[in-house]
Every structure is written in structure tokens, then in C-alpha cells.
């Protein structure tokens, strides 16, 4: 089969590699039809590294993935060849003390498909998944809707563990994929005003469709100015989904004594630092997100109804002998780019 290697920084290379083998009794094998270029590859192809994950060059990447199941093991009962699935990339124990008690995404022993010393990603043709993390699609569903379900599904855990007030005034500082998600997510609730900021003019006007409060860039506007303008009182919840560290501070500032910070994007640096006084003296609640829980069904039933539409969000398509070209428009934010698809089907 073909896969395409992070080689070295900034560089891919598509090579035959063996077909993979279906190993435990309740191992799938998965024809890819679609991997979404999301913003944590490409710490890994710019930076080689998230954190204490450092890449180990060559590694094959990629995790927001959709497909057909060709085979599978002897105890599979939750898929049948020919079945078109989304994949949850998360492959968790089901017996530590986190996976007992619920939080299978903070497994002791996780694995994710596309992170170094784990799991192969999902550019290659073929992937072998758990069946836990296989999920049947209806026939109404597209590929490209059953990738978009892993950010989706992050962004239902985002608001879900937010817990935010009714009516609750927030702000979206990040307007990519997953801030865009998060944006979905909301409107789908019951929700006041929502403002959201990006340095890219371009991700602002896809998100005027969902009819934001208010939205700039902070490169050439006064954000907290802005917006307390329109709120004095300032904002119940800030989502930071871009991962800047000026825009973690900005987000503190944004917020009214007693509000929360969440925290969705990944930040680049090892260590960010916090206004701690201003913290204190507002006593900010800080949530961090991990990735996701218990949402990629919900996502999937969302999208298949069209409680949510997320088709806008693909703005670009490649196929996987130019996945190099799509992963350097996407760290350079080149032509507009929300999400860039690879299609292999």
C-alpha cells in the first residue's frame, strides 16, 4: 500500500509499504477514504513535537479519518466488512483506574493513531483500528462528514464540560477548525451572545453565517475594548483554541469574577504563563480539554440529522501523493485555508 512519511521537518515522502495485518481478535482493517489535515500534525511536521511527544522520524501522522471496513477479527461484533465508518483515534486500555471511571481519554496506557511511538496514522490506504474506535455512518452520511466528526466530537466535549450558564456571553479566541466546531456546538444550544476573534480575515467571514455578537482580528482591533463595549460586564466563558499565549492572557481579561477559561487549543511553547493576581482576584476557573469522551457517537448523530453543518468548513482537497502541499498551506495559512481534506477513495 501507499503511505505518506513525515520524513524530517517540513518534509513528506509517499512510500509501498506492507499492507498491515490484523493482529488481536478484535483488530479492523480500514480502507481510508478521507484524513483531515488538523493543527496538532502540524506541530509535529513543523516543530517535531507536542510536548513530550517528539516525533521519530519517518512516522506516518494524521487521525481525523473516515473509511471501509475490509476485515476484521474473530470477536468483532460492532462493525461487518463493507461497513463505512468514522474513526476515533483514541485507543484506551478499558481497565485502568482512568477507563474505569469513565475517562478513557486520560487513560494510563492511551494510544493514538498518528502520535510518535504509538500508533501509524491514517495516510496510508489501508489502517488497522480497534473496534472500540470504529463507528458505523449512515448511508446520508459523507466521508468527509465522517472525518469531521473527531474535531466535532472534541467540540462537543468542549462545551459539555464548560458547563456554562444559560444564556451564558463567551468568547471563541481562535477561529479554525476546532473553533469553529466549538462555535457549532454552541449555537446548537441554548446560548447568548458569542464573539469570536482570528489573525486570518478569511476564517472571520466563515464564521458570519453563525451570526456572532461581534468579530475582529487582534492584530488590528482592541479586542477587550470591543467587546466590553458591547458587554461591560464582561463574558461568562472564553475558549482559547488557537494555543497563543497572548490570547490566553487576552481571554483572562475578557472575563467577568467568577468566569472560566477554557483551554482547547495546543499551545506550541512548553510553558505559558498566567496574570496569576487577575486570576486570583476574579477567581477564574481554568478547564483544561483533552481531546474527547464519549462524544464521537453524538457527533455523528448531529451531523447525520444536520442538527450541525460542517461542509463549509473543507476548503481545500488533495490527494495523498500531494498531502506535502497540503500540510505546507495549512502551517502557513495560505489561500484562506479552514481544513484542508486528503482523499484517497
Request: charged content about 25%.
Amino acid at each position: 500500500m501507499k503511505a505518506a512519511y513525515l520524513t524530517a521537518l517540513r518534509s513528506f515522502a509517499i512510500r509501498q509499504t506492507p499492507d498491515p495485518v490484523l493482529v488481536r481478535d478484535t483488530d479492523v482493517l480500514v480502507r481510508i477514504q478521507r484524513v483531515g489535515v488538523c493543527g496538532s500534525d502540524i506541530h509535529y511536521y513543523t516543530a517535531g513535537k507536542i510536548g513530550s511527544q517528539v516525533a521519530q522520524f519517518p512516522f506516518v501522522v494524521g487521525h481525523e479519518a473516515s473509511g471501509v471496513v475490509e476485515r476484521m477479527g474473530k470477536s468483532v461484533r460492532r462493525v461487518r466488512p463493507g461497513d463505512r465508518i468514522a474513526i476515533d483515534p483514541a485507543i484506551s486500555c478499558g481497565t485502568c483506574d482512568q477507563c474505569r471511571s469513565g475517562r478513557e481519554h486520560t487513560c494510563r496506557t492511551l494510544q493514538f493513531m498518528g502520535a510518535p511511538g504509538q500508533r501509524d496514522g491514517c495516510l496510508s490506504e489501508f489502517v488497522v483500528a480497534d473496534e472500540k474506535c470504529c463507528y458505523a455512518i449512515p448511508e446520508s452520511m459523507t466521508f468527509d462528514q465522517a472525518a469531521l466528526c473527531e474535531p466535532l466530537s472534541i467540540a462537543l466535549y468542549t462545551v459539555e464540560k464548560s458547563s456554562h450558564p444559560p444564556k451564558a456571553d463567551v468568547a471563541i479566541l481562535g477561529m479554525g477548525p476546532i473553533g469553529m466546531c466549538v462555535f457549532h456546538a454552541l449555537r446548537a444550544g441554548d446560548m447568548g451572545n458569542v464573539f469570536v476573534t482570528d489573525r486570518i480575515d478569511e476564517r472571520l467571514g466563515l464564521s458570519r453565517p453563525l451570526r456572532p455578537a461581534w468579530c475582529g482580528n487582534p492584530d488590528r482591533q482592541n479586542v477587550v475594548e470591543e467587546i466590553a463595549r458591547i458587554e461591560p460586564l464582561l463574558l461568562d466563558v472564553v475558549y482559547e483554541c488557537s494555543g497563543d499565549e497572548a490570547a490566553i492572557r487576552q481571554g483572562i481579561e475578557l472575563l467577568k469574577p467568577g468566569g472560566k477559561l477554557v483551554l482547547v487549543g495546543i499551545p506550541g511553547a512548553e510553558c505559558v504563563s498566567f496574570p496569576i493576581h487577575d486570576m486570583r482576584r476574579k477567581e477564574i476557573t481554568l478547564v483544561n480539554i483533552r481531546r474527547q469522551v464519549h462524544c464521537t457517537q453524538p457527533a455523528i448523530d448531529v451531523l447525520a440529522t444536520g442538527g450541525i453543518d460542517l461542509n463549509s468548513l473543507i476548503t481545500h482537497r488533495f490527494p495523498l501523493e500531494a498531502t506535502g502541499e497540503a500540510f505546507g498551506l495549512v502551517a502557513r495559512h495560505g489561500d484562506g485555508v479552514m481544513k484542508a481534506m486528503i482523499e484517497l477513495g
